[in-house]
């Protein structure tokens, strides 16, 4: 099994731009989670689906932030517009159903 | 509010010693706990876990204790080894939840 992927590893953009964070979960698993890890915060969770649903959006920090999944083996994570602050490593994890296994994150500068 | 905490954000070991890393949770709907380890430039990787029906749970050099009156969860390795120098995370869930709450994580140290 190749693990949960995520692309791009890494995203340098500039203030104002769209960026579009993927990821690919484990097949057969039917939770998915997108995390922000930054110094000050750790591990936040943003958003998580279950059964291509989304279940709770609550740690979404702002309108900016959007996220989709429209298949069991897709998901979208966008920001527009994105801003310094935005940046951090994105991660994504797959889970069914406790246990949650994580991509590799993708590492985001916004300049 | 933060529902899991890790109050110490690093901790320094010599190798071989033992390393103990703390953390606190407030929410009593938790009854699944875990603990993730972290290599930079990596994700987060599943160590071990404790159901609460358990009060200790060991595989190979790592125990997790827990201590549900204090609410209290903790991670033994031992002995310790260089490779073990990571980020720890702690996290924990509730039955029928999808929610799985994690701390900011704590930086083991493990000196040669």
């Known amino acids: 099994d190749a693990g949960v992927i995520q692309s791009p590893r890494h995203e340098v953009t500039e203030m104002g731009q769209e960026v579009t964070l993927r990821c690919k979960p484990i097949?057969?698993?039917?939770?998915l989670f997108w995390y922000r890890q930054t110094m000050m915060r750790g591990l936040e969770l943003l958003i998580y689906?279950?059964?291509?649903?989304?279940?709770?959006d609550s740690g979404m920090p702002e309108d900016r932030f959007s996220a989709k999944m429209p298949n069991a083996s897709f998901s979208t994570l966008k920001i527009q517009p994105s801003e310094p602050r935005d940046s951090a490593v994105y991660f994504c994890?797959?889970?069914?159903?406790?246990?949650?296994?994580f991509g590799p994150g993708t590492r985001l500068t916004v300049l | 509010d933060q529902q899991v905490k890790q109050n110490s954000p690093s901790l320094s070991v010599q190798e071989g010693r033992i390393s103990i890393l703390n953390c606190d949770y407030t929410?009593?709907?938790?009854?699944?706990f875990l603990w993730y380890k972290k290599y930079p430039a990596e994700g987060p990787t599943f160590l071990i876990s404790i159901s609460s029906i358990k009060d200790k749970n060991e595989d190979g050099r790592f125990t997790v204790f827990l201590n549900k009156s204090a609410k209290h969860l903790s991670l033994h390795i031992v002995p310790s080894q260089p490779g073990d120098s990571a980020v720890y995370f702690c996290?924990?869930?509730?039955?029928?939840?999808?929610?799985?709450?994690f701390g900011a994580g704590t930086r083991l140290f493990v000196k040669a």
């Open positions: 689906f279950n059964n291509n649903v989304p279940i709770d």
């Open positions: 929410n009593s709907m938790f009854d699944y």
């Open positions: 996290a924990a869930s509730a039955t029928g939840g999808f929610k799985t709450i």
């Open positions: 097949s057969g698993h039917n939770s």
């Open positions: 994890a797959s889970s069914m159903p406790s246990t949650q296994y």
